[in-house]
């Protein structure tokens, strides 16, 4: 995955994490591969002499008119599904430096954005999904969502506790007491965990991981990545 800029020199103990991430990337991509048959498939390419096409994961966009975590049209070109958790900071650098021009590609009707928390993190990155929920359940997902991750940075300690989340949608001026409702309701928790499911069923072990175009790209990659694969799906789509 990328890593925000830093000096040269790494501080004394951020070796380890760096390793860590590293190994996470891999164990994403590896996920990706022999999960779908990546491997076989390459192995039987090889084998007959044939080039075999990257497998095509279109089938996990929804496409659905009430999604609450979705921007975009429902029969846009191009479907973009993102695999985070609001405690990732690369989830947050993406939001920062990416997002905006794929919001902005939505807008004008060529992409359809689907929004996937798989909360890898643990309970306050759960809670955190809730709470976005509730705030979709005011059409005000996005808001919220940005705030979360705001200039790029995560959310820690009571930040993420119930009474914060519920704090932070007070200063979006939504409706708290719904709000607060809506966060622990029947259907915030059916939603997330089958959000999350989706993450498991498509290998997304570690965040971010993204599906453009039906094919998987790993990591907070710098934005040109993600605007020449949304072009060459755009290409490919004719639209």
């Known amino acids: 995955m990328s890593h925000p800029p830093r000096s040269s020199r790494l501080p004394v103990g951020t070796i380890p994490g760096v390793l860590v991430l590293g190994v996470l990337v891999l164990l994403v991509v590896a996920m990706w591969r022999t999960s779908f048959g ?41 479907g973009l599904v993102v695999f985070s958790d609001y405690q990732c900071p690369f989830c947050a650098q993406w939001s920062r430096d990416t997002l905006p021009s794929m919001v902005d590609r939505a807008e004008i009707g060529d992409l359809r954005i689907e929004w996937r928390d798989v909360n890898v993190y643990g309970p306050d990155s759960r809670r955190a999904a809730m709470a976005s929920f509730a705030a979709a359940a005011q059409d005000r997902f996005w808001d919220y969502h940005d705030a979360l991750f705001a200039d790029g940075r995560i959310r820690s300690g009571d930040e993420l506790s119930r009474e914060g989340l519920v704090a932070l949608a007070g200063d979006l001026g939504l409706d708290t ?16 965990a089958r959000n999350e499911q989706l993450g498991i069923d498509h290998g997304a072990m570690a965040t971010p991981v993204f599906l453009l175009g039906g094919k998987p790209l790993v990591g907070a990659q710098p934005p040109e990545v993600f605007l020449e694969a949304y072009q060459s799906a755009l290409d490919s789509s004719g639209g």
Not at 63 to 71: S, V
Not at 177 to 192: L, N
């Open 38 to 78: 990546g491997d076989s498939a390459t192995a039987a390419g090889q084998d007959s002499g044939q080039i075999q096409q990257q497998p095509d994961y279109s089938h996990a966009e929804r496409r659905d008119p009430a999604d609450p975590f979705a921007l975009g049209p429902v029969d846009a070109p191009v």
């Open 177 to 192: 007491d719904r709000f607060a409702a809506d966060m622990t309701s029947p259907a915030a928790e059916e939603e997330i």
